[in-house]
């Protein structure tokens, strides 16, 4: 089964901009679909961006549409999300997801996940 470690996560200042990755283990990582998801104090764990297995189709939440970018590089291994224009209510630990079967933007639809990463901003 596909492991996963995300990294890139920090503090920074509201405006600011973050890239996180997430690497994967294995060499079949370009056959999964892929998704960050994110989870702030007290609430659920929320959809933030997913991406095809080729990378040529991207999925965002409304919340973060037209600052966010996820992309992929299947020759690394390695799922990016972008993040700029960012905002204290984008405060939460970040976590990377892979499924096998489709795109989605439910999180109990994802068997395999990472650990997480923490990103926190700063008014």
């Known amino acids: 089964q596909v492991q996963l470690v995300e990294s890139g996560g920090g503090l920074v200042q509201a405006g600011g901009s973050l890239r996180l990755s997430c690497a994967a283990s294995?060499?079949?990582?370009?056959?999964?679909?892929m998704g960050w998801f994110r989870q702030a104090p007290g609430k659920e764990r929320e959809f933030v961006a997913a991406?095809?297995?080729?990378?040529?189709?991207?999925y965002y939440a409304d919340s973060v549409k037209g600052r966010f970018t996820i992309s992929r590089d299947n020759a690394k291994y390695t799922v990016y999300l972008q993040m700029n224009s960012l905002k204290p209510d984008d405060t939460a630990v970040y976590y990377c997801?892979?499924?096998?079967?489709?795109?989605?933007?439910?999180?109990?639809?994802?068997?395999?996940w990472g650990r997480g990463t923490q990103v926190t901003v700063s008014s």
């Open positions: 294995e060499r079949t990582f370009s056959t999964y679909y």
């Open positions: 997801a892979a499924r096998s079967y489709s795109v989605a933007s439910r999180p109990d639809l994802y068997p395999y």
């Open positions: 991406i095809n297995r080729s990378g040529r189709d991207t």
